[in-house]
């Protein structure tokens, strides 16, 4: 059956616009108290639990979630505002990034009272970090073949397996990972999948870094040998957990970082432009800017959607499969647009310095959350066409 794509206009309330000016203050005495570099992209991607012990004490953490977890009880269009905001600043967010994100709720969906009661508030406080145990050496954004096992012992169950492309595994307190605990059948491949809270201090788990285009340790392997998990550990309903990850991405696709991780690349743009940019000029960042605007405003009527209780699945897709195309097109599109004589040192750092450091990095950007074969079968699932 097909279901068309929703993503009614939405419009941020003036609560979310009075908390802009607040962390834009927040992030300016950041900046000036030299915490971070503003104007250095690779910032965005660090691991500072400074930082994000001060964003818990700010509010910036668990914003929409129940108070009796910690949490803020406020809007999805509020938090919205401060995931931009740390964003386009290139605030140094990965600490506690994942687990306010998508883990928490996940959590609060499917975890024990005990366990969030535990784990919640400690996450808001910025002081608990998670990572995601999804892709595998040999399946990829393929999630539906994952091999890694979870087999049934006296209390809970014996994990072996390997996850890749684990962000800040070598950092994280807890895992929440996807594991085979039955074989696919004839009719549903998905199934047998369950999902975990996997403790990293547990015995048995290697985690071995993957060092990165940039030179940088972000991402890792993580093997997982004989490492017992308890059943109160277990996520939701066995074997049914690719129902659970699905709603699990779509808190993680398509939020503003999904078009804006290079956009520091539009701002030197529109720096080199000048006030007196050329027709040609002037007429490519009209383009780009009506195309992120456009972006913007479907990405914000998703969070729209989650405000109101929805699940957009298709539609956090579709804006993370465009949004990510966009970003990861935008530092060819600049360096073509800019004519080289024009290239010259501006308020943020080196021209050339931003371009070679967002070329780097742009490959991976529509594989994180999903590669966009995987998200256009999602979609074309979602309209009824497969």
Not at 162 to 191: C, F, G, N, Q
Not at 206 to 223: C, K, M, S, T
Not at 367 to 378: C, F, K
Request: glycine share 8%; hydrophobic share 40%; net charge negative.
């Amino acid at each position: 059956m097909s279901a068309a794509i929703q993503l009614d206009p939405a419009t941020l309330p003036d609560a979310a616009r009075a908390l802009r000016a607040e962390v834009r203050a927040f992030l300016a005495e950041e900046a000036r108290a030299g915490r971070f570099d503003p104007s250095d992209p690779s910032s965005g991607g660090r691991f500072s639990p400074e930082f994000s012990r001060r964003c818990g004490e700010a509010g910036y953490i668990g914003m929409t979630w129940p108070r009796r977890f910690g949490g803020g009880e406020r809007s999805f269009l509020e938090r919205y505002v401060v995931t931009e905001e740390l964003v386009a600043a290139n605030a140094p967010v990965w600490a506690h990034w994942v687990a306010d994100r998508q883990s928490g709720p996940v959590l609060m969906r499917y975890a024990s009272e005990a366990i969030c009661a535990d784990i919640l508030p400690r996450i808001v406080r910025g002081e608990c970090y998670f990572c995601i145990g999804m892709s595998e050496p040999d399946s990829g954004s393929d999630l539906f073949a994952a091999r890694a096992r979870a087999e049934r012992v006296p209390g809970g169950y014996r994990v072996n397996g390997r996850k890749v492309w684990t962000s800040y595994a070598h950092r994280a307190h807890y895992m929440i990972a996807l594991l085979r605990t039955s074989p696919p059948t004839k009719e549903d491949r998905r199934h047998g999948l369950t999902s975990f809270l996997v403790d990293m201090s547990s015995d048995g788990i290697e985690v071995n870094p993957i060092i990165n285009l940039a030179g940088r340790h972000d991402f890792n392997e993580v093997v997982l040998e004989d490492v017992f998990v308890p059943d109160s550990h277990l996520l939701g309903e066995p074997d049914l957990a690719w129902k659970q990850a699905t709603s699990e991405l779509a808190y993680e696709r398509a939020g503003p970082e999904r078009f804006l991780e290079t956009i520091y690349m539009l701002q030197a743009l529109v720096e080199q432009a000048g006030p007196e940019p050329d027709d040609r000029l002037a007429e490519g960042i009209g383009r780009l800017v009506a195309q992120l605007s456009a972006l913007r405003q479907m990405s914000v009527s998703v969070a729209s959607m989650l405000e109101a209780g929805k699940v957009p699945v298709t539609e956090a897709a579709l804006v993370k499969d465009l949004g990510t195309n966009w970003e990861q097109a935008l530092p060819a599109r600049v360096r073509d647009l800019v004519p080289a004589p024009s290239v010259a040192p501006g308020n943020l750092r080196d021209f050339e310095t931003l371009l070679g450091y967002s070329t780097l990095i742009a490959p991976k950007l529509t594989i994180q959350g999903g590669t966009r074969e995987i998200l256009r079968g999602i979609i074309a699932r979602g309209l009824g066409l497969r």
